[in-house]
């Protein structure tokens, strides 16, 4: 067992159970997966702050704390860290629920991410919903 954690106050930006079609060639869930989920649960915050379409252009930091397993569900918790001009840096938790022999909780990925909001041209916009 992990050292015992609880889930963050809050809703979840994203939750998704792990399934066996995610997993690398040693069984456990592929870090791409669990990097991709990071990335979704990123932009729905950043396109939550700036009201617009936004990219990725950079992964700023991801540690990968611990190993995510078949039949666990991911929750991502995503939150706006510092806006720019036209960037929004999003911090993400991401943690799991594992119904082994009861519930257990584990912190299994942390991660910051920089996004850039979008006018409807594809150029960098202002990040402010009044814009």
């Not at 889930?7 to 159970?17: A, F, I, N, Y």
């Not at 860290?81 to 991401?94: A, L």
């Amino acid at each position: 067992m992990s050292t015992p954690c609880k889930l963050p106050d809050g809703e979840p930006t994203t939750r998704v159970p792990a399934m066996p079609t995610d997993t690398n060639a040693g069984g456990d869930i592929f870090g791409g997966w669990i990097m991709s989920q990071v990335d979704i649960a990123g932009s729905i915050a950043a396109i939550r702050h700036a009201g617009k379409r936004v990219v990725t252009v950079a992964v700023n930091a991801l540690y990968f704390k611990k190993p995510v397993y078949v039949g666990d569900l991911l929750s991502c918790y995503a939150h706006v860290e510092r806006v720019g001009r036209t960037s929004i840096t999003i911090s993400v938790e991401v943690y799991v629920e594992r119904y082994r022999e009861g519930i257990e909780v584990v912190k299994v990925t942390e991660a910051t991410l920089t996004y850039v909001a979008l006018d409807k041209k594809g150029r960098p916009a202002v990040c402010d919903r009044k814009s």
